[in-house]
């Protein structure tokens, strides 16, 4: 079995159960597998969050993938969770496990078919370096192709995690993939560790978030989206909304 993540999907007090299927992890541990399958849907579930992302969505540093930060945030905001992600992956790297990149991870969610009121697009890290025409295009096409196949859906974008002091490579990548995500949606809600300063405890690497890393990183877009008036399900929220313009969370 090819390691990565998969497709999970969570639920959180909803009506739906999930079959989840772990491997055990490398000699690294950052590599797991995931797999999931949801029951039919029921008229009382709660908001889906759909999230799609590299190492930091797969839970490196974490300790088990109950602890990441994506299963974190549904608990905390009480939404089911729909998860594909695969360390290395980025919006041009095909990660680690060759499940990516972005628009292949996202297109093992079928989030036509799961219409989540919340999507989350974590990554860019391993993107640097790579050339940012390409990464801008790829970001553009991926949330013009999120939106044709959700378009009630509330997206964002948590862009590039820095290794200590973010290099001038790191900086422009972040900031390619925050300027064509405006581009493809005026509307999407950016979180941007670097120009919000984000502090939290990481591992040895210097770079991925211990358990209380996650966790802290959870709590911080669970506040963000509650400020963001976000808690309101995707239904309640007019198709071409997304157009208007949103600010900056930090």
């Known amino acids: ?60 540093g974490a300790g088990h993938p109950d602890q990441a930060w994506p ?4 608990r905390i905001m009480h939404w ?24 292949k991870l996202a297109g093992r969610l079928h989030l036509a ?22 990464i801008r295009a790829r970001v553009e096409s991926l949330i013009a192709s999120v939106h044709r196949a959700c378009p009630r859906s509330r997206l964002a974008v948590l862009t590039v995690f820095p290794r200590g002091v973010p290099t001038a490579a790191t900086k422009a990548t972040d900031q390619a993939i925050v300027a064509a995500a405006r581009q493809a949606d005026p509307a999407v809600i950016v979180f941007d560790p670097i120009t919000g300063h984000w502090q939290f405890p990481r591992i040895g690497d210097h770079l991925h978030p211990t358990p209380a890393g996650h966790e802290w990183i ?7 989206l509650r400020a963001d008036k976000l ?14 313009t949103r600010p900056d969370l930090g």
């Open 113 to 134: 078919r799961t219409d989540p009121g919340t999507i989350i697009i974590q990554g860019g890290h391993d993107d640097i370096g790579r050339p940012l025409p390409l």
């Open 231 to 244: 808690l309101d399900q995707a239904t309640s929220v007019d198709p071409g909304s997304w157009l208007n």
């Open 218 to 224: 959870a709590h911080k877009l669970a506040g963000d």
């Open 1 to 60: 079995m090819t390691l990565g993540v998969a497709a999970l999907v969570l639920a959180t007090g909803g009506a739906a159960g999930a079959a989840v299927t772990l491997t055990a992890p490398t000699t690294g541990g950052q590599h797991l597998t995931i797999s999931g399958t949801a029951s039919a849907p029921a008229p009382a579930q709660r908001p889906l969050l759909a999230v799609v992302g590299a190492s930091f969505s797969a839970g490196v």
């Open 80 to 103: 089911r969770l729909a998860l594909s992600a695969d360390p290395g992956a980025g919006y041009v790297n095909p990660g680690a496990g060759h499940r990516g990149p972005f628009a």
């Open 71 to 74: 299963q974190d945030l549904a």
